[in-house]
């Protein structure tokens, strides 16, 4: 035990250092790739399915990632997802200077497993950290995607002037800087990190297990009081994780919880420049508002990881929901000239996803069995994915259709199944507890 604690320290450091480093390649590619896709094609219509690519090719990565990690060890697959993303970049230049137009969309995609990679290392935290700051590992890793996120697009500049001086064409460098980016993090994973594979964790199970026993259910959050489920007798897979994890309400509180979190917040995220836009504002101004949004998605996740090891992950997935249901009740009838209070709603959309996205993967990772939860995670990840790339192709004909106040409305709506299975979770939790306790 004595020499766990600086690996663990060396793990999530690395880990937050290539967060940061990842989310420059991620920003400062996907801040120019519409652009790009537009000028290649001569067509906003096809422009739009860059981020469309990218998203579908995080959620197809997600669950080969995930056995990746159970077969070789977390370390290998985000290591894998950096490289690929790398490849991507390397294609989309090549795309390009080729003017395939095709394989441009094909580099998106692969692109997309940096987002794949930079969700895994969230759970990546949680199992490099001690025991009782899982939340908070979790939340620093994802804070550091805020400088990243900040960095990129003001790097895009400065990679599309080394890019022309290279004779590339324009709107090319950034995604030689993003390129360069990944390639760093794939080494400075590959060399630096070592986690074991799951189930074979640096952690003194034996002695943990015996803490748990002496009394820790007494100070643990009450959804970490539950007994663990048996564990599987061979490995699964993600449909089989999924179909086990179903039955208990907590773990399908969770992965509701980040499913419904992250559709919302894309929903209306994504609606919000065109509005903008519609009603004569600035590019700086909607830049302004977007930054607000982000900042509210990841500049807050130290304190929402410090209230989910604290309060419990359910009390915070509860705060995650009250506020987008406010942010999406401002949506629906701010003003669409006032600024004000769409930059409040964007702020709150942000900060109601990173208590949902903590929240949620909090509770999912102590709701199975240690087996379960990286192919489960991926699943959970592929599936939020899939689910944001849903929202962003049909939140345009719902703006089309019902303007913003349509979109916000449909945002609101997609909390009811998160609000139904949160109660259900509520309710079944204790009795299930309680039965086991008298059985036993």
């Known amino acids: ?12 450091a690395v880990l937050i250092g290539n967060q940061l480093l990842a989310g420059i390649g991620v920003a400062s590619g996907i801040a120019v790739a519409s652009l790009l896709a537009q000028e290649l094609t001569g067509t906003a219509i096809l422009a739009g399915l860059s981020q469309t690519a990218s998203v579908l090719g995080a959620g197809l990565v997600a669950i080969p990632l995930a056995r990746l990690a159970v077969a070789r060890g977390r370390h290998v697959a985000l290591a894998t997802g950096y490289g690929l993303a790398a ?40 199992e490099v950290a001690a025991p009782g700051f899982e ?54 994973v590959a060399s630096l990190l070592r986690m074991p594979r799951p189930g074979q964790l640096a952690v003194d199970t034996a002695e943990v297990s015996g803490a748990e026993a002496s009394g820790s259910e007494a100070s643990a959050p009450p959804e970490q009081a539950d007994p663990p489920a048996d564990p599987p007798a ?31 917040m894309v929903a209306v995220m994504v609606m919000t420049p065109v509005n903008m836009h519609d009603h004569g504002q600035s590019v700086a ?30 009390p915070v997935i509860g705060i995650g929901v009250v506020v987008l ?11 669409g000239d006032d600024m004000l209070l769409i930059t409040l709603a964007l702020g709150l959309l942000g900060l109601g996803w990173s208590a949902g996205l903590i929240g949620g993967s909090a509770l ?58 949160g109660v259900r979770a509520l309710v079944v939790t204790p009795r299930v507890r309680g039965e086991v306790e008298s059985s036993g």
């Open 135 to 188: 939340a908070r590992a979790m939340s620093l890793v994802l804070w550091a995607t805020t400088l990243g996120s900040v960095a990129g697009p003001n790097l895009s500049g400065l990679g599309d002037a080394l890019g022309r001086s290279l004779g590339l064409p324009p709107l090319v460098g950034p995604f030689l800087l993003s390129g360069t980016a990944f390639a760093i993090s794939t080494l400075l």
């Open 87 to 126: 490849v991507g970049a390397a294609l989309v230049v090549g795309a390009a200077m080729s003017g395939l137009v095709p394989l441009v969309f094909l580099g998106l995609a692969a692109f997309g497993a940096a987002s794949a990679s930079g969700l895994q290392a969230r759970f990546a935290a949680t």
């Open 364 to 421: 999912l990772t102590v709701s199975v069995d240690r087996a379960l939860r990286v192919p489960l995670q991926g699943a959970s990840d592929a599936a939020m994915n899939f689910a944001a790339a849903f929202a962003s192709a049909f939140s345009g004909l719902v703006l089309t259709l019902g303007g913003f106040a349509g979109v916000n409305v449909v945002g609101a709506l997609v909390l009811v199944p998160l609000l139904v299975v």
């Open 1 to 12: 035990m004595a020499e766990a604690q600086p690996r663990r320290g060396l793990s999530l």
């Open 285 to 314: 101004l909607i830049g302004f508002v977007i930054s607000i949004h982000i900042l509210g998605m990841y500049g807050a996740s130290p304190l929402v990881g410090w209230l989910a090891d604290r309060l419990g992950a359910i």
């Open 325 to 335: 249901f406010s942010a999406t009740l401002l949506g629906v009838f701010a003003p």
């Open 234 to 264: 061979a490995p699964v897979g993600a449909w089989r994780a999924l179909t086990i994890a179903v039955r208990s309400p907590r773990a399908l509180l969770a992965l509701v919880a980040i499913v419904c979190s992250h559709t919302v």
